[in-house]
Each structure stands twice: as C-alpha cells, then as structure tokens.
C-alpha cells in the first residue's frame, strides 16, 4: 500500500488518535496494519513511515485513507460491517470544536446512564470509569444503529408529496428516510405549487432537514451554529432527484435532467439558506487547494445596526463577526491558544469602502496573511503587524462595498480562514488609491515574533473599561476599551465584549498606571491598572510583584503592541517594559 494521509481521527470511534495509539488502514475492502502513531507518522513494524497524519483540512484531494483504532475496530467484525459502518459515521467536513466537545459530553452522559442501570457502583465512581469507555461506547452504539436503507429516486413533480422521516444519532436530529404520501398519483403537468429549489440543512454528520421552496426563494431561519445549508434548483419537472443514504441518514442529493447533473456533496455551504440563484465570487486567502467542498459563514458589514466588529487573529485572521445590539455573545469560542481577539467598534457614520487582502510571499506562509479595512474615517490592518519582509508582500483589493450594505463569506477553520467569497462582482481594475495603512510612531517590538499593533487618542477620553483574560485567574488585563466625551470608542490591545470589566470615569488629573510583569513562559503583560491618588494605587506600588509601572497621561497617542503572551504599550517615548 502506498503512503497515504490518515485524518487525525478514527473512523469509528471519531475520537483523536494520541501518540502510540496502534491502528489499522482502511482504503476500499483493503486492511492493512497496525502502524503505531508516533508525532505525525504511523509507523510499520519496522519503524518505517508508513503513512501520514494528516493537517486540518486536508489537502490530498486522492492519497486519503481512513485509520481506525485497532480496539475499535475489533468491535465492529465482520469486515463488510465495517465498511457500512465507516460510511455511516464519515464527516463530511470537520466539526467546530464546540461540536466534538459537546460530542463528548453527550457519550459520556449516555454512558453513565447505562452504567447506573448495570453496574451498583457510586455516581462519582460510574463518571470516572465512564471517562475511558468513551471509545467502545460510540462504536457500540452507532454499529447496532446500522440498517440497510436504499438511495431514494423520485421525480421534481413528486417533491410535494414527500413527507420527511427523522432519527436520532448521537443525540441530534436527522433525516432519515422519504416516503411518498399515500394516495399520491404522478403529477405530468407541472403544478404551480411545483419545489423550484430545495434549501438542505446539514452539519458534518447528514441532512438535518429538506425544506421545498415552491417559489424558489430561501427559508427564513436563523443560523444554527455548527449547521449549514445547501441549495439546489429542481428547474424541470421530470427530473430525477436522488438522496443518497449513509445506512441510517440522508447525505446527499442528486439532480439530473438530461443535460445537467448537480450534486450536493461538493457544492458550498453557507451558514444560512442563500437564494439558490444567488452568483458566488471565490477569492482563495491562502492558495491551498483543500478537498473539502466550501463551507461559508456570513460577516455582514455596512448594516444599520452594525456596532462594530471582532476578529479572531493567529495571527492571519481566523474568525470574524459583525456586531449589533441585540448580540449573542457565545461566538467567543477559543479557537487556538494563540489566537488574540480584536474589537473595533464603529465609529459615529462610519462605513466600509474597501477590504484588501496581503498574500504571502512564500507557499504556506500563512503567518503573511492579513486583512485591511478602509473605511470613510480610517485603515485598519487586521493580521501581523509589518516587519521589513512582510512590507514585501503584495496586497491585493478584494472587494469594495463603497458604504453599502455588503456580505463577506469566510471559510474558516482553527489555523485561519482559508477563502473569502462575495455576492459581488470583481472590484475592476482602474485608478484606485493605493492602500495607506496608519504607521507606528513605536519602533515593532520583535520583527520575529508577530505582534498586532493598536493606537488610539487619549485625549477627550471619559470613561475606559479593562479586558482581562478570560481565565479563572483573571488578574491579566488584555487591553483597554477608551469611551469618548462625544460617544465614540476606541481600543488598545485585545478587547472582548463578554470580559469587559464595568467602565470606571476618568479625569484628566488622574493619570491610568499599568503594572507589567514578565512570568515563566510570557513575556512582559499587564497584571495591575489603577487611577493615580486610590487606594488602590497605593497598594499597588507597595506590592513587589511589578516589573515596572507604565503611567498613561490623557493626552496624545498611546500605542499597545500585543501578541497573545505579552504586550509592550508606549507613550511620548516611553514604553511599559524593562530592557
Ligand atoms: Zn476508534
Ligand atoms: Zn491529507
């Protein structure tokens, strides 16, 4: 068997393969193995590489196996079962992390549900062994759900008399099977109440729901987290349409008409049921060209109710999210441990002109990438701060709402969004502005470590409210939220709106102290922020844990240099940390 790439999980059990895990290789009917995990490679009896744990997304559109624990898969014998099995539990794409976390709290629910009816043991002691069943648990489960449905094939003029049967896996709902109502006859006329497209929803793991749009137009719900949605147009009426089955749900649909075959298995995914007619422009962040179909969440700018937006950065921008008042605060995930979050809220008439991209200069440098925003009142880099080489990289215009009300699709995943889709056409070529991006008056702190750089005024400044990490310790302070005399906001450093401590007045008699320290494994942070003349600030200078105190006078320009370890703020020269 050649080389291939395994995906970081096993087939069966869908947990991670961890380092010495033994497993075996599925590709087609063929087993070979075990190879025993050791970093990124499995290795054979010799210690050869035998294959290669694969990144997340994979980029191997042919050279990819499946891998199963060999514990695993000797729960689920004979062979042919375990092929039905893979095809039931496949991801079609690879969950959020919240998804596989509440994947597993659900398991082990479960599980001590079933012990407590078989094992007399105490609570306490059912959760703990609980804790290393997981693994059978969900093999054993899922492999006596299997059953042996076929595809279902009917015509377009059918889709009216179709009724949706559901089951339940893993503790979610999905579409199981179709049935004709009875009494249906075939319609040869094309009726007026005839499906014009059909929204699918879907996550990783099946449909969720069908829903048939006789006038074409898309469903109004409200975005799920973690589901996705597909459209497919069912034009003519003598068409065939298939949904494809996985042994206990609905996968995929397929349409032909003679001369056009559509399948939904590798068309995009958006976050919210798009019009099926809608035109879609592509532009790739990183080059890479990535097997899984596109999966695209909306950031809509340019709304009337926009009050700012956040990105996720690590340091090329990973997640964005467009705020608004009535905002739900759980998109907050931790996304990677050196991620940082950026707030920047709008500015009184503010709206987005243009957004630019910088490539890389190198394949897979994706540490180059970043976003900029023009807007009517400023730039905006989002992405690592320049350095000599990353003033080398090209910059590109991805699109330019002009003010407008806009949608920008990402497809996003931990390490950082991969591609960018618009509604709109290409921005064309012509006369445009070079991109002018505000210049630190801070010398860059580590031209080989990616700092974000953040400036704000600090004159009119009324009220400030602190960011601090959200941790059971929560004494690091992240960043700084300034309010304006005239109502505008500003940030320094990281800022999220659900760690935002109450915001505190301030005078520009009372000068802001910030105590910086360095720890094992950080670099100098903020561990201390007082007004001058509290108590606080007394007791604040008496304790010997600070480095140094960095005194914000409300006047001029502060600058706050951040990475997701360490933080340099400076102002009028001055900076916050020991050389
Ligand atoms: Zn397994
Ligand atoms: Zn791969």
Known sequence: MAKRCLPCRCGLCLFDFLDGDHVFVIEGDKKSGPFQRRGRFFKDRDGGNAHVACLVPCIHHANQAVGCHLACVKLVAPSARLAEHLKMTAYSLDPLPYQERGR???????????????????????????????????????????????????????????????????????????????????????????????????????????????????????????????????????????????????????????????????????????????????????????KSPYRLARFQTNTPDLTGFSVCCGPLPITLHAHTPKDDLSFYEPVLDSSVWIY????????????????????????????????????????????????????????????????????????????????????????????????????????????????????????????????????????????????NRACLGQVRLDCLDPPFVVTPSQSLHLGSKTTAGKGPHIVRACISGTDEDRKSVEGSEIDIWFEVVWSGTVEWWFTDKQCHVWQDGRHSFVL
Not at 106 to 114: M, P
Not at 235 to 257: C, E, Q, W
Not at 451 to 475: G, K, L, M, N, Q
């Open 104 to 290: 597993r709290r659900w398991l082990h629910s479960r599980l001590e549900c079933a012990l407590e009816q078989s094992v007399p043991l105490p609570s306490e002691l059912r959760r703990e062994i609980g804790r290393y069943l997981l693994q059978e648990y969900a093999v054993m489960t899922n492999s006596s759900l299997l059953k042996h449905p076929q595809d279902f094939a009917c015509s377009v003029s059918d889709l009216a008399s179709l009724r949706q049967r559901y089951v339940l896996f893993e503790g979610e709902r999905y579409l199981s099977s179709l049935i004709l109502e009875e009494g249906h006859q075939q319609k040869q006329i094309p009726s007026p109440a005839m499906s014009r497209a059909i929204y699918i929803s879907e996550d990783h793991r099946g449909i969720k729901r069908l829903v048939f749009s006789n006038s074409g137009r898309a469903p109004n719900v409200g975005t799920v987290p973690g589901v996705w949605w597909k459209a497919l147009p069912t034009a003519k009426p003598n068409a065939i349409l298939t949904f494809h089955h996985d042994g206990l749900k609905m996968r995929h649909l397929s349409y032909s008409d003679g001369e056009t075959q559509i399948s939904t298995a590798t068309a995009p995914s958006f976050d919210y049921p798009r019009q099926v007619s809608a035109g879609l422009r592509v532009s790739p962040f990183d080059h890479v060209s990535y």
């Open 344 to 487: 920047l809220p709008r500015q009184q008439g503010e709206s987005i002109m243009e957004i630019w991209m910088r490539g890389h200069l190198h394949f897979r440098d994706s540490h180059s990438l970043a976003l900029a925003f023009v807007t009517n009142r400023r730039s905006v880099l989002l992405g690592a701060a320049p350095t000599p080489r990353l003033s080398q990289c090209p910059w590109y215009l991805l699109d330019t709402p002009n003010g407008n009300p806009s949608n920008v699709y990402f497809d996003s995943y931990p390490h950082g969004i991969t591609s960018f889709a618009f509604d709109s056409s290409k921005p064309p070529p012509g006369p445009l502005q070079p991109l002018t991006l505000p210049q630190p008056l801070s010398s860059h702190p580590d031209i080989h470590a990616n700092f974000h750089w953040s400036s704000a005024s600090v004159d009119h400044v009324a009220e400030i409210s602190i960011c601090r990490r959200p941790s059971r310790d929560t004494s690091e302070i992240l960043g700084l939220m300034l309010h304006y005399a005239d109502g």
